[in-house]
Nanobody, 125 residues
Framework: QVQLVESGGGLVQTGGSLRLSCVTS????????MGWFRQAPGKEREFVAGITSSGGSTYYRDSVKGRFTISRDNAKNTLYLQMNSLKPEDTAVYYC??????????????????WGQGTQVTVSE
């Protein structure tokens, strides 16, 4: 089974920063594009950022562009999300997952599978 473990979440004030990590035991990690998603209470899970297998291309939802940076270290089987200038609306549980389907767009939840347990990010006013 594929296992993914997210970490690095916490409580920060508006304008603060956090760096999330996602570690996998999957031996083929370097073969997959990866994505970060988030889910706030009462809302649907939404795409945050994506990165191709080599790290050559990155993609972001409009609301985080210029504030978040997705990256990966394939030698360490680790995905990262650097979050700066955090806002209360960023509060959510953040998940990572590999893209395992190519039937739609990169920002569609259905393109990904094998979600981790998530890590809570809370941004106070």
């Amino acid at each position: 089974q594929v296992q993914l473990v997210e970490s690095g979440g916490g409580l920060v004030q508006t304008g603060g920063s956090l760096r999330l990590s996602c570690v996998t035991s999957e031996h083929a990690f370097s073969s997959y594009s990866m994505g970060w998603f988030r889910q706030a209470p009462g809302k649907e899970r939404e795409f945050v950022a994506g990165i191709t297998s080599s790290g050559g291309s990155t993609y972001y939802r409009d609301s985080v562009k210029g504030r978040f940076t997705i990256s990966r270290d394939n030698a360490k089987n680790t995905l990262y999300l650097q979050m700066n200038s955090l806002k209360p609306e960023d509060t959510a549980v953040y998940y990572c997952a590999p893209r395992v389907y190519y039937n739609g767009r990169y920002d569609q939840e259905g393109e990904y599978d094998y979600w981790g347990q998530g890590t809570q990010v809370t941004v106070s006013e």
